[in-house]
T-cell receptor
Framework: QQPVQSPQAVILREGEDAVINCSSSKALYSVHWYRQKHGEAPVFLMILLKGGEQKGHEKISASFNEKKQQSSLYLTASQLSYSGTYFCGTEYAGNTGKLIFGQGTTLQVKP | NAGVMQNPRHLVRRRGQEARLRCSPM?????VYWYRQLPEEGLKFMVYLQKENIIDESGMPKERFSAEFPKEGPSILRIQQVVRGDSAAYFC???????????FGQGTRLTVV
């Protein structure tokens, strides 16, 4: 039931782009993306609802492919502050609203 | 507008003692979720509550763990007779409605010695 994130880890230079994928074997109602820095709380980035919409937040955007039951997070022109672990949280239809999180993708941006 | 408040931030308990973790949701939020995170691991769902009701406790161990969200006051996650394996960060999140964005508190780091 846990979604699968890929890749597990990414190392970038400042200004480079990255894509993080989140795949589910079950039909999704929504996907929530968070970033967590070491020793801190997860910070909400965006929510995507069933319907295949795409959302953007500065240089971070995401898409939701309902057919593939997959969401992708796009980080463009990465900054040092983007470093951290990215989690997708998935909500399944009729599943009471709780989020099931993937195992996380660790992103390290170097100068 | 204050965010989700958790206390204490750090809690040390000896084996066999009780741990009480508190969570005050954001203003206007009536849905509370508890998650556990082991070092270098992901967030594991424990329980989902609304005011005075447990909606989903499928992630909660059957013994020693309980949660409540009373009409007045914070949500409480209670762990009785703690063991070393209970050591983890416990995060609380709140949302306004079902299916909307959830915001996390700073967590309580429980250490059992």
């Amino acid at each position: 039931q846990q979604p699968v994130q890929s890749p597990q880890a990414v190392i970038l230079r400042e200004g480079e782009d990255a894509v993080i994928n989140c795949s589910s074997s079950k039909a999704l109602y929504s996907v929530h993306w968070y970033r967590q820095k070491h020793g801190e709380a997860p910070v909400f980035l965006m929510i995507l609802l069933k319907g295949g919409e795409q959302k953007g937040h500065e240089k971070i955007s995401a898409s939701f492919n309902e057919k593939k039951q997959q969401s992708s997070l796009y980080l463009t022109a990465s900054q040092l502050s983007y470093s951290g672990t990215y989690f997708c949280g998935t909500e399944y239809a009729g599943n009471t609203g709780k989020l099931i999180f993937g195992q996380g993708t660790t992103l390290q941006v170097k100068p | 507008n204050a965010g989700v408040m958790q206390n204490p931030r750090h809690l040390v308990r000896r084996r066999g003692q009780e741990a009480r973790l508190r969570c005050s949701p954001m203003k206007g939020h009536s849905h509370v979720y508890w998650y556990r995170q082991l070092p270098e691991e992901g967030l594991k769902f424990m329980v989902y509550l609304q005011k005075e009701n447990i909606i989903d406790e499928s992630g909660m161990p059957k013994e020693r763990f309980s949660a409540e969200f009373p009409k007045e006051g914070p949500s409480i996650l209670r762990i009785q007779q703690v063991v070393r394996g209970d050591s983890a960060a416990y995060f609380c999140a709140s949302s306004r409605e079902y299916g909307t964005e959830a915001f996390f508190g700073q967590g309580t780091r429980l250490t059992v010695v």
